[in-house]
C-alpha cells in the first residue's frame, strides 16, 4: 500500500469532519498557516497538525510510511503511558483507522497538544541565566529518574523531543522510540539523534537502559552551561545540540570542545 505525502495529508485535512474517524477530531479546526492552508511540521516519518477540540488541543501526527509492528508497537505503548502516570508523558492514542484519504483508511497518533518552548528554544533564550539553567537540569535530573523508575526509556531525549511548560517543568514528546517492558526482546525502531547517542548505539540498544548515554550527556552539558554560559557561544550551541557534537564523541582526542573543558579554568 503506497503512503499518502504531505501534500495528500495537507489536502485531506482541510476537512475533519470527512477526513477524520474519531468524533472528537471530526468536529475540531485545525490550525492554519497566515495563507490559510494546514500548519504542518513535517519530519522523516511523520507530519503533525494541530487539532483543536470541544476536549482540548491535539496534536496529530500522520505517518509518511508503515513501520514494522507499528500498531502492535503504538498500542502497548499507549497502554502502558496511560496507565503509569509518569508525569513527563501525555496521553496519546493510536487510531489505526484514523484518517481517510482516496477511500483507504491510514492510522494516526492522536496527542496532547503542549503549549510551551522545546528545550533547544528554551535554552538559547535562557542560557546566561544561571539560576533558569541549574532548574532546568535539575528538572531533567528528576525527568531522567521518573522514567527510570517507570520501567520506560524514551529512545531518543534530545532537544526537540522536550517541551517547557510554565515553572520550567518539562514533558517529553514523540514517542516513536519509547521502550516499555511489553515491548522487551523487540528491536528499536530508530536510534535517536546522532548528537545525544553513544555511537555504537544499535537497534539492539532497546530497553530500561536506552538512554542512559543520553540522560548523562544532557544532564552534564547543561551543569558546563550552567558553570560557563559563554561555551554556548563558542561552540555554536543550540544547533541541533546542547554543546556536543557526533564528531565530538567519534574523536575527543580532536575536539576543540574536549580540550576546551579538560583545560578549563573554573572554581566550580
Not at 474517524?21 to 468536529?27: G, M, Q, V
Not at 513535517?42 to 514494522?68: K, M, P
Not at 559563554?230 to 555554536?236: E, N, P, T, Y
Request: proline residues 6%; negative net charge.
Amino acid at each position: 500500500m503506497s503512503w499518502p505525502t504531505p501534500q495528500e495529508y495537507n489536502e485531506a485535512i482541510q476537512n475533519p469532519a470527512i477526513c477524520f474517524s474519531d468524533p472528537d477530531l471530526r468536529k475540531g479546526i485545525v490550525e492554519l498557516t497566515p495563507i490559510g492552508i494546514p500548519k504542518a511540521m513535517t519530519g522523516a516519518f511523520a507530519s503533525v497538525y494541530r487539532v483543536s477540540t470541544e476536549n482540548g488541543d491535539w496534536a496529530v501526527r500522520c505517518f509518511l510510511n508503515h513501520r514494522s509492528e507499528q500498531k502492535e508497537r503504538y498500542e502497548k505503548i499507549s497502554r502502558y503511558v496511560l496507565m503509569d502516570n509518569l508525569e513527563y508523558t501525555v496521553e496519546f492514542h493510536y487510531l489505526e483507522e484514523g484518517i481517510r484519504l482516496k477511500n483507504k483508511w491510514y492510522p494516526i497518533l492522536k496527542m496532547n497538544w503542549l503549549n510551551g518552548p522545546t528545550f533547544e528554544t528554551y535554552l538559547l533564550k535562557n542560557y546566561q541565566n544561571r539560576d533558569k539553567v541549574k532548574n532546568l537540569k535539575e528538572e531533567f535530573a528528576r525527568l531522567a529518574k521518573g522514567l527510570d523508575d517507570a520501567g520506560m526509556a524514551h529512545g531518543d531525549l534530545q532537544h526537540g523531543n522536550m517541551i517547557v511548560l510554565p515553572e520550567d517543568k518539562l514533558r517529553l514528546i514523540d514517542y516513536d522510540a519509547i521502550f516499555v517492558p511489553d515491548l522487551l526482546g523487540k528491536l528499536s525502531l530508530e536510534v535517536g539523534h546522532p548528537n545525544y547517542q553513544h555511537p555504537l548505539r544499535s537497534e539492539n540498544n532497546y530497553d530500561t537502559t536506552a538512554d542512559n548515554f543520553s540522560c548523562w550527556l544532557i544532564y552534564n552539558s547543561l551543569a558546563m552551561v550552567e558553570i560557563d554560559p559563554k561555551l554556548i557561544d563558542q561552540f555554536s550551541g543550540g544547533d541541533e545540540c546542547i554543546l556536543f557534537r557526533q564528531k565530538d564523541f567519534l574523536a575527543p582526542e580532536s575536539s576543540p570542545l574536549f580540550n576546551t573543558l579538560l583545560n578549563h579554568k573554573s572554581d566550580d
